[in-house]
């Protein structure tokens, strides 16, 4: 059974740092390529930074030069390092494949952990 738990999110003020992490369980993270994902508020889901199976990475425009993705295929681990922050990049910030995991036909999601940066 898949199951994403993501933690690390708070309240840090603009140019703030933090760590995301997220535990990966049942199977998907050896052969996939994993995200990190964010929903602000009145927005759609949206992928910040991809990381590949070998470890190759890409990021959106928006946080390249700010977010550092990095996986621990020992365990199973992804994080997020979050560096420069804006209020901006204030959201939920969910783990994922990519693309999305998939279970009974629909897009399988953790809690995700709110990030929020104040100005």
């Known amino acids: 059974q898949v199951q994403l738990v993501e933690s690390g999110g708070g309240l840090v003020q603009a140019g703030g740092s933090l760590r995301l992490s997220c535990a990966v369980s049942g199977g998907i993270f050896s052969i996939n390529a994993m995200g990190w994902y964010r929903q602000a508020p009145g927005k759609q889901r949206e992928l910040v930074a991809r990381?590949?199976?070998?470890?190759?990475?890409n990021y959106a425009d928006s946080v390249k030069g700010r977010f550092t993705i990095s996986r621990d295929n020992a365990k199973n681990t992804v994080y997020l390092q979050m560096n420069s922050l804006k209020p901006a990049d204030t959201a939920v910030y969910y783990c994922?494949?990519?693309?999305?995991?998939?279970?009974?036909?629909?897009?399988?999601w953790g809690k995700g952990t709110l990030v929020t940066v104040s100005s």
């Open positions: 994922n494949a990519v693309p999305p995991y998939i279970k009974d036909g629909m897009d399988y």
């Open positions: 990381i590949s199976s070998s470890g190759s990475t």
